[in-house]
């Protein structure tokens, strides 16, 4: 039987080990870096899209209000975009794609859609997660501006407190993210106009 | 050998190499509940239909398809890319169609199918984990639902709904399946789930009379 105040050798080492086991479990599970997930037109905005009569757009320049909205995080994770690390360029090739699969982008066409991202952020917390993403869209047919309206996408979840689960839902969910901000983009009254 | 108690206090470092321990166990756990058997079974509710019982129309035309997979109501891109080409191929095949597109086209009929992937994923990752904890001697059952919805959209006629339910159940660990089901394996049982949700979309499509 141990002495109250004291504690053996084996024991020192016994520790030592757990908490090395624990370190090295750590440190194998963070400071990783996630990219966001390639984005897929979706049916509800191809539909919507499909459903505007109107002519054909190409797209211009896109760009973030600050560098700093291109650097996001996830439970310690990096947070990335495939195109370039730029997530003004992800949410034009979200758009490029919605357009596409709808039928409706021209490269040569004379009505151009440009944007800046000016808002972009995650936090997967464990309880109610949430993801906002803003960006103003401007649209030109030559040089007379036809569209100039800030578009917000918004996005609540339910998030786990284990990161294996959390991190790749929070990846899917900033996408749905996108999503929302390209639906609200085609739903308002003065795009659909333009289109 | 022992230290004095001014360097360590042993009984909260006891007590933490404990909880470490416990940690340690928790930790192997989980990672060795990823060794536990799994099976799977198909719901029999929905109709079992065959690619020659379906109505061939008069004059097939093409169609554009576009699909979507969502997990819970949210887009799920991997999934989608696995998905898509089972039931593209199952369209293909029913050759209701003179061709079946998924690029830009002229094609005047644009069908619209989307799969809702339902769980509960609390649920679920409760269940797993008490399997887990117990290295499957507590088995458990998961329900995946899936609902099939479509949209027949064509140039000059109202558009055409559809709507479709269906089921994986999976066990983990030592847990009877549903009774009279047979195990399908686990390759086989997504693909025949979304054959069969797709089957059911083109058999009334092709019994209604839209694709006249």
Same mark, same amino acid.
């Given at each position: 039987?141990?002495?109250?105040?004291?504690?053996?050798?084996?024991?020192?080492?016994?520790?030592?080990?757990?908490?090395?086991?624990?370190?090295?479990?750590?440190?194998?599970?963070?400071?990783?870096?996630?990219?966001?997930?390639?984005?897929?037109?979706?049916?509800?905005?191809?539909?919507?899209?499909?459903?505007?009569?109107?002519?054909?757009?190409?797209?211009?320049?896109?760009?973030?209000?600050?560098?700093?909205?291109?650097?996001?995080?996830?439970?310690?994770?990096?947070?990335?975009?495939?195109?370039?690390?730029?997530?003004?360029?992800?949410?034009?090739?979200?758009?490029?794609?919605?357009?596409?699969?709808?039928?409706?982008?021209?490269?040569?066409?004379?009505?151009?859609?440009?944007?800046?991202?000016?808002?972009?952020?995650?936090?997967?917390?464990?309880?109610?997660?949430?993801?906002?993403?803003?960006?103003?869209?401007?649209?030109?047919?030559?040089?007379?501006?036809?569209?100039?309206?800030?578009?917000?996408?918004?996005?609540?979840?339910?998030?786990?407190?284990?990161?294996?689960?959390?991190?790749?839902?929070?990846?899917?969910?900033?996408?749905?993210?996108?999503?929302?901000?390209?639906?609200?983009?085609?739903?308002?009254?003065?795009?659909?106009?333009?289109? | 050998?022992?230290?004095?108690?001014?360097?360590?206090?042993?009984?909260?470092?006891?007590?933490?190499?404990?909880?470490?321990?416990?940690?340690?166990?928790?930790?192997?756990?989980?990672?060795?509940?990823?060794?536990?058997?799994?099976?799977?079974?198909?719901?029999?509710?929905?109709?079992? #239909?065959?690619?020659?019982?379906?109505?061939?129309?008069?004059?097939?035309?093409?169609?554009?398809?576009?699909?979507?997979?969502?997990?819970?109501?949210?887009?799920?891109?991997?999934?989608?890319?696995?998905?898509?080409?089972?039931?593209?191929?199952?369209?293909?095949?029913?050759?209701?169609?003179?061709?079946?597109?998924?690029?830009?086209?002229?094609?005047?009929?644009?069908?619209?199918?989307?799969?809702?992937?339902?769980?509960?994923?609390?649920?679920?990752?409760?269940?797993?984990?008490?399997?887990?904890?117990?290295?499957?001697?507590?088995?458990?059952?998961?329900?995946?639902?899936?609902?099939?919805?479509?949209?027949?959209?064509?140039?000059?006629?109202?558009?055409?709904?559809?709507?479709?339910?269906?089921? #994986?159940?999976?066990?983990?660990?030592?847990?009877?399946?549903?009774?009279?089901?047979?195990?399908?394996?686990?390759?086989?049982?997504?693909? *025949?789930?979304?054959?069969?949700?797709?089957?059911?979309? *083109?058999?009334?499509?092709?019994?209604?009379?839209?694709?006249?």
């Amino acid at each position: 039987m141990m002495a109250p105040n004291r504690i053996s050798l084996s024991g020192v080492v016994r520790l030592v080990a757990a908490l090395a086991v624990c370190v090295a479990t750590m440190s194998l599970t963070g400071c990783a870096t996630v990219v966001a997930t390639p984005y897929q037109p979706t049916n509800d905005n191809v539909r919507s899209l499909q459903a505007l009569p109107g002519g054909l757009v190409s797209l211009g320049e896109f760009t973030a209000k600050s560098p700093d909205l291109n650097h996001l995080s996830i439970r310690s994770n990096s947070f990335t975009s495939p195109f370039n690390d730029s997530f003004a360029e992800y949410l034009k090739a979200a758009l490029r794609s919605e357009l596409e699969a709808s039928g409706k982008l021209d490269p040569k066409s004379p009505v151009v859609i440009t944007g800046e991202l000016q808002t972009n952020s995650i936090d997967p917390a464990m309880g109610t997660a949430n993801a906002h993403i803003s960006a103003r869209i401007v649209i030109k047919r030559g040089n007379e501006t036809v569209f100039d309206k800030v578009v917000h996408g918004d996005s609540e979840w339910e998030s786990s407190f284990i990161g294996a689960i959390a991190i790749p839902m929070a990846r899917q969910q900033y996408g749905e993210t996108l999503k929302k901000l390209l639906a609200n983009l085609f739903a308002d009254p003065s795009f659909k106009k333009v289109l | 050998m022992s230290f004095p108690p001014s360097l360590l206090s042993q009984n909260s470092l006891v007590r933490f190499g404990r909880n470490a321990g416990v940690v340690g166990v928790l930790f192997a756990t989980v990672l060795l509940s990823g060794c536990l058997s799994t099976k799977h079974y198909i719901d029999p509710t929905l109709p079992k #239909i065959d690619i020659a019982s379906l109505k061939q129309p008069t004059t097939p035309q093409p169609v554009q398809v576009f699909f979507e997979f969502q997990t819970n109501g949210t887009t799920n891109t991997k999934a989608t890319e696995y998905v898509r080409p089972i039931v593209l191929d199952t369209i293909k095949k029913s050759k209701l169609f003179s061709d079946v597109v998924t690029a830009p086209t002229t094609a005047q009929r644009k069908l619209f199918v989307t799969i809702n992937n339902l769980v509960n994923m609390d649920d679920a990752k409760a269940r797993g984990f008490t399997t887990g904890l117990t290295f499957g001697l507590s088995g458990t059952m998961v329900t995946d639902g899936y609902q099939l919805t479509a949209s027949d959209a064509m140039t000059g006629r109202d558009e055409v709904k559809h709507s479709y339910k269906h089921a #994986i159940y999976t066990t983990i660990g030592n847990a009877d399946g549903p009774a009279g089901l047979s195990e399908v394996p686990k390759a086989d049982a997504v693909r *025949l789930a979304m054959e069969g949700l797709t089957l059911n979309l *083109l058999n009334d499509m092709s019994k209604s009379g839209e694709l006249q």
